[in-house]
């Protein structure tokens, strides 16, 4: 318990010096072993980027150090509780522990939850507000384009 209060200090810490300049009160850090081997801040204000948050730009730092897309066995630490994007992006990359130090009822008052994205998700698809549709192109294709992907996987 010590060792993850430790790593959430630091996601907490990342999180106040990216308030100091100019960014969101955000940062995360990623751990392999006991070893902290990457850690990231939200940097949406800074790129123009929407998706440059703090446990995205960890991710993306610790496939670089571990030169790997699969990040099983890495725990990632977070200064708030992950939105559904970066909860996705986590699952994707094979991490499955995950510890935050604040939660969508504590940034709630502040503007800065995620909660209501969540409940969004939580409805069957035909129910949520963003328009989703499938439109089938696979008439048109001479060799569909994940049939040509996997062929390109076997020849390279």
């Given at each position: 318990?010590?060792e993850?209060?430790?790593?959430?200090?630091?996601a907490?810490?990342?999180?106040?010096s990216?308030?100091?300049?100019?960014?969101r009160?955000f940062?995360?850090?990623?751990?392999?072993?006991?070893?902290?081997?990457?850690?990231?801040?939200?940097?949406m204000?800074?790129?123009?980027?929407p998706?440059?948050?703090?446990?995205l730009n960890?991710?993306r730092?610790?496939?670089?150090a571990?030169?790997?897309?699969r990040?099983e066995?890495c725990?990632?630490?977070?200064s708030g509780?992950?939105?559904?994007m970066?909860?996705?992006?986590?699952?994707?990359?094979g991490?499955?522990?995950?510890?935050?130090?604040?939660?969508?009822?504590?940034?709630e008052?502040?503007?800065?939850s995620?909660?209501a994205?969540?409940?969004?998700l939580?409805?069957?698809?035909?129910?949520?507000?963003?328009?989703?549709?499938?439109v089938?192109?696979?008439?048109q294709?001479?060799?569909?384009?994940?049939?040509?992907w996997q062929?390109?996987?076997?020849?390279?």
């Open positions: 318990m010590q993850e209060q430790r790593f959430l200090c630091e907490v810490s990342l999180a106040r990216n308030m100091e300049n100019g960014g009160p940062g995360a850090v990623v751990v392999k072993d006991g070893e902290v081997i990457a850690t990231g801040v939200n940097e204000s800074r790129t123009g980027d998706t440059s948050h703090a446990e960890a991710l730092a610790a496939a670089q571990l030169r790997s897309l990040l066995g725990a990632v630490y977070a509780q992950p939105c559904p970066c909860l996705a992006a986590m699952r994707m990359a991490i499955n522990d995950i510890a935050y130090a604040h939660s969508n009822r504590q940034a008052p502040y503007g800065l995620t909660s994205i969540y409940a969004e939580a409805k069957p698809i035909t129910e949520q507000a963003m328009r989703f549709r499938h089938p192109l696979e008439a294709d001479a060799v569909p384009l994940y049939a040509e062929q390109r996987q076997q020849t390279g």
